[in-house]
Each structure stands twice: as C-alpha cells, then as structure tokens.
C-alpha cells in the first residue's frame, strides 16, 4: 500500500505514536529479591531512618574528639581504654573523659564517644594506654543516624526501573516486597513463505526463522513477557488471523517482515484492518531498517519490522523497546551503555537519513579504543554477532571520517 509509505525520522515516528497512546499501568507485588529491571507502580518510601545508629567508617577507637585536639606523632594524646564495642550488639561502654574504645568498621560507637580514630594513627603505648597520633573533629569516620536516608523520604520514584544498588536499598530497609508494573505482554507474528522453525533443515529457497527469537530476547530484555503466536506465509487471510490471535493474547502486536511497499508485502493493509486508528507511519528516515509500521489498534501498539534481522533489532530499539517502558509508566528508560571510540574507517552515508552502523572495537588508539565498522547487508545475522555496538551517523551528516571520535551504543 504505497499511500502509506511517508517517511519520517525515528523519534517523530515515536511521538506520533506517543501522542496517540493512552497509557494505563497495572500493577504487581513481586519480591524485591525478584525485582531487577521492573518498574516501580508508585513511589516507595523510606520505612526508618538508615544508619539506625551511629556506625563507625573505620577500625579504630571511639573517643570524644575533644579528648584528641592537638594531638601530634611528637606530642600524641594520652588515652585509657575502657573496653571494646562488640560488633551486632548494643555497646555497654561508655566512655568518661580521657577515655577510648576499640570500634570496628560497620560497628556501634562507645555511649559518649563523638568521633573514630583511624587505628594507623594510633599506637599502643604499653597495659591501658592507647597513643593517638593526630586529632580528629566530632563526627570523623562516623555515620549519622539517618545520614543515608530519612525515614519517610522518598527513596524510589514511581516508573523507575530497578537496579542492582536499588534492590540493595530496599532491603537495608527492611522493604522486602513492593509494587511494580504489570509487564507488557508481546505477541510475536513472523510472516514469510521462506521461513521454517529453526529445528528443521531448510529445503531450496527456504531459511530458518531468526527474528521470532531474536525479538522475544529484546522483549525479555527490555521487560516484556514475549509470546511467540504463529510462523505464516504471505497470505493476507492468514496474516489477518494470526494478527486478531495475536492482538487477544497481547498489549503489543510485532510483525516481523512483509512492511515494505512490494505487492508481496502485506502487513500495512493487514495492520491497518484491524482496528482504530490503524496505520500512523509507514516508513522512516533510518538505514536499516527505512520500511518501518508504526500503528495502535483500539489503544493497543502494533509495529511491522523490516524482515532483515540488522534492521528488526535496529528499529525494535529506537521504537518497540520505548514503548515497551512507556507501558509499563516508564517515561525516560535507560538508555544502552555508551562509550567514546576513534573510528578505523570512512562511512558513508546520505544527508537526512540516520544511519546505524554495527561497529567492533579493537585495540586502543591514544587512550581511546578504536571502533571498526562491521559493513554488511542488513539480512546477514552475523553482522550483528560480531558487533560490539552501534554509531549513529545524523540525520544532518553525510558520512563520518576515520579518525573522528564517535559515541559507541554498546550491546
């Protein structure tokens, strides 16, 4: 259906879907244990104050600071100690004036004690007596109570996706299960008369099914719940079936191959039968990946990749991977890890298109690792296995020159 194919670039395509899309988060109460890459439903709260108690930084002694002001390694201060604090108890040592106790790192101060000296600036001056070397103010090597966090402060926002150093956090207070969104579900349709399962041995002309299982890695990756509908031919009756199939399992329809403008490749009319408002964008200003679907269908996405799995995985992450966060309340996902390179070689490219070129990175020039493009059709897989990320050559720029610092979007 080439009246559809009005070619805009990538993040205007995904506004235009964006201003289309209304999004309503349900919710979950999962593990916190179990909760990395989920996105918070709501904002969760601190339950108490972190540090409970004042904890020491170092091992060393407690001491009242004063105890130590003017204090050399010619003219240490002179104190007596008056026991050890016990690490996962409460401290029975309080100390009076001249006084210290021995601390360990993590542990409870002495009742009375205001500051830690380090033990590498103290010596044992013979029975009792504890020299200490340099003075130290009130509250060195001392975490407050409530230094890292206030009770009732807010301590996660809502659509945040959880790290690592967050389920860390939560359960320093003692949060061990919250609320997260529900996780879109993604149904998958591959279209192709060429196409076989993977297990099978392809017969002449025919090849196996790669972009079922690569899209449902990135939808897993990028915190959907893939769901593999159907492998059909080019047929329009066919497709249309598999489609409604698809559109009662998931929140979000992809089909992979069939969006390009050729009489063979039915999925625009297909998408654009099932429901309002069909078809919002029929191509983009991207190489690879240009014969790109975006559409909602009764409130719900749907998307036609291009067939070639470089350009399906280019275009699920500019497009599918933003709406998959957005479902899910997320309105600023992270974006992929990045680094600074030296390109290896001229590329070439066309003003107002953008390019996404797969690059491997080599061995370091001047500090920086130099970055390889790795040229290829966008139907050879193995382009993508030998990659180690992706530069993107502007809209406005008509090439990049070897020797130019590029940013790397590392897989």
Same mark, same amino acid.
Do not use: W
């Given at each position: 259906?080439?009246?559809?194919? #009005?070619?805009? +670039?990538?993040?205007?395509?995904?506004?235009?879907?964006?201003?289309?899309?209304?999004?309503?988060?349900?919710?979950?109460?999962?593990?916190?244990?179990?909760?990395?890459?989920?996105?918070?439903?709501?904002?969760?709260?601190?339950?108490?104050?972190?540090?409970?108690?004042?904890?020491?930084?170092?091992?060393?002694?407690?001491?009242?600071?004063?105890? !130590?002001?003017?204090?050399?390694?010619?003219?240490?201060?002179?104190? &007596?100690?008056?026991?050890?604090?016990?690490?996962?108890?409460?401290?029975?040592?309080?100390?009076?004036?001249?006084?210290?106790?021995? !601390?360990?790192?993590?542990?409870?101060?002495?009742?009375?004690?205001?500051?830690?000296?380090?033990?590498?600036?103290?010596?044992?001056?013979?029975?009792?007596?504890?020299?200490?070397?340099?003075?130290? +103010?009130?509250? &060195? #090597?001392?975490?407050?109570?409530? &230094?890292?966090?206030?009770?009732? =402060?807010?301590?996660?926002?809502?659509?945040?996706?959880?790290?690592?150093?967050?389920?860390?956090?939560?359960?320093?207070?003692?949060?061990?299960?919250?609320?997260?969104?529900?996780?879109?579900?993604?149904?998958?349709?591959?279209?192709?008369?060429?196409?076989?399962?993977?297990?099978?041995?392809? *017969?002449?002309?025919?090849?196996?099914?790669?972009?079922?299982?690569?899209?449902?890695?990135?939808?897993?990756?990028?915190?959907?719940?893939?769901?593999?509908?159907?492998?059909?031919?080019?047929?329009? &009756?066919?497709?249309?079936?598999?489609?409604?199939?698809?559109?009662?399992?998931?929140?979000?329809?992809?089909?992979?191959?069939?969006?390009?403008?050729?009489?063979?490749?039915?999925?625009?009319?297909?998408?654009?039968?099932?429901?309002?408002?069909?078809?919002?964008?029929?191509?983009?200003?991207?190489?690879?990946?240009?014969?790109?679907?975006?559409?909602?269908?009764?409130?719900?996405?749907?998307?036609?990749?291009?067939?070639?799995?470089?350009?399906?995985?280019?275009?699920? =992450?500019?497009?599918?991977?933003? !709406?998959?966060?957005?479902?899910?309340?997320?309105?600023?996902?992270?974006?992929?890890?990045?680094?600074?390179?030296?390109?290896?070689?001229?590329?070439?490219?066309?003003?107002?298109?953008?390019?996404?070129?797969?690059?491997?990175?080599? *061995? !370091?020039?001047?500090?920086?690792? @130099?970055?390889?493009?790795?040229?290829?059709?966008? #139907?050879?897989?193995?382009?993508?296995?030998?990659?180690?990320? @992706?530069?993107?050559?502007?809209?406005?720029? +008509?090439?990049?020159?070897? *020797?130019?610092?590029?940013?790397?979007?590392?897989?």
């Amino acid at each position: 259906m080439p009246e559809f194919f #009005n070619v805009l +670039a990538p993040e205007e395509a995904f506004e235009v879907l964006r201003k289309h899309l209304s999004v309503r988060v349900e919710s979950e109460r999962v593990p916190t244990s179990k909760a990395l890459g989920r996105v918070t439903a709501r904002e969760i709260r601190s339950t108490e104050d972190l540090p409970p108690f004042p904890r020491s930084t170092m091992d060393g002694y407690s001491v009242r600071a004063a105890d !130590t002001f003017g204090a050399t390694e010619g003219l240490p201060a002179y104190l &007596e100690l008056a026991g050890v604090v016990p690490m996962g108890a409460a401290t029975e040592v309080s100390l009076g004036p001249g006084e210290a106790a021995v !601390t360990f790192t993590g542990g409870m101060l002495a009742d009375g004690a205001d500051a830690v000296v380090m033990e590498e600036y103290t010596q044992h001056a013979g029975g009792v007596t504890v020299e200490v070397l340099r003075p130290v +103010a009130p509250g &060195e #090597n001392v975490l407050q109570v409530g &230094e890292d966090v206030r009770e009732g =402060n807010d301590v996660l926002p809502a659509g945040h996706v959880i790290r690592p150093q967050d389920i860390g956090g939560l359960m320093a207070l003692g949060i061990t299960e919250i609320e997260v969104a529900r996780r879109p579900v993604v149904a998958i349709v591959s279209t192709g008369d060429e196409l076989v399962p993977p297990i099978e041995t392809p *017969g002449a002309g025919q090849v196996r099914d790669i972009n079922t299982y690569t899209i449902s890695a990135l939808v897993e990756k990028h915190g959907g719940v893939p769901v593999p509908v159907a492998l059909v031919e080019d047929d329009y &009756e066919a497709q249309r079936e598999a489609a409604v199939d698809a559109l009662e399992q998931g929140d979000v329809l992809v089909f992979s191959a069939g969006s390009s403008i050729s009489s063979r490749d039915l999925t625009a009319s297909v998408i654009d039968s099932l429901g309002s408002p069909g078809v919002l964008v029929h191509g983009i200003s991207l190489k690879p990946g240009k014969p790109t679907i975006v559409a909602l269908i009764d409130g719900k996405p749907a998307f036609g990749l291009p067939g070639n799995p470089v350009s399906a995985m280019v275009v699920f =992450n500019l497009l599918v991977r933003p !709406t998959l966060y957005l479902l899910a309340g997320c309105e600023n996902p992270p974006g992929p890890a990045t680094l600074t390179a030296r390109l290896a070689r001229d590329v070439a490219s066309v003003a107002g298109r953008e390019d996404h070129v797969q690059v491997r990175l080599n *061995g !370091t020039e001047n500090r920086r690792p @130099t970055a390889e493009p790795v040229f290829g059709k966008s #139907n050879l897989i193995y382009s993508l296995v030998r990659a180690d990320g @992706t530069i993107i050559v502007p809209l406005d720029k +008509a090439g990049l020159y070897a *020797g130019e610092n590029v940013e790397v979007k590392l897989f």
